[in-house]
């Protein structure tokens, strides 16, 4: 069974940063699509940024210049580093990623929260 796990959330003041990981893990073929979400209270959950397998990464407008994403594909891994944090990127982060395996499908992990405030 496949699972990803989500770490490096937390409080943290405007400007500062946070890295996010995600590691997936189980009967992997292989990991095509990787990605990460937030979604705000009250708000629709909206892509923050993508990766593809050949590392040619996507971002939301709204965090272009200011969020990084990456990923393993050794380790199986994707990792968001976020600077200049604004408090309206506060949000549930999620980590997705289309897997090979059985069934071959997207998967989310469980999230994890992050809080810009002074």
């Known amino acids: 069974q496949v699972q990803l796990v989500e770490s490096g959330g937390g409080l943290v003041q405007p400007g500062g940063s946070l890295r996010l990981s995600c590691a997936a893990s189980?009967?992997?073929?292989?990991?095509?699509?990787m990605a990460w979400y937030r979604q705000a209270p009250g708000k629709q959950r909206e892509l923050v940024a993508s990766?593809?397998?050949?590392?040619?990464?996507n971002y939301a407008d709204s965090v272009k210049g200011r969020f990084t994403i990456s990923r393993d594909n050794a380790k199986g891994t994707v990792s968001l580093q976020m600077n200049s944090l604004k408090p309206e990127d506060t949000a549930v982060y999620s980590c997705?990623?289309?897997?090979?395996?059985?069934?071959?499908?997207?998967?989310w992990g469980q999230g994890t929260q992050v809080t810009v405030s002074s």
């Open positions: 990766i593809g397998n050949s590392g040619s990464a």
């Open positions: 189980g009967s992997i073929f292989e990991i095509y699509y």
């Open positions: 997705n990623a289309f897997i090979s395996s059985v069934p071959t499908r997207p998967y």
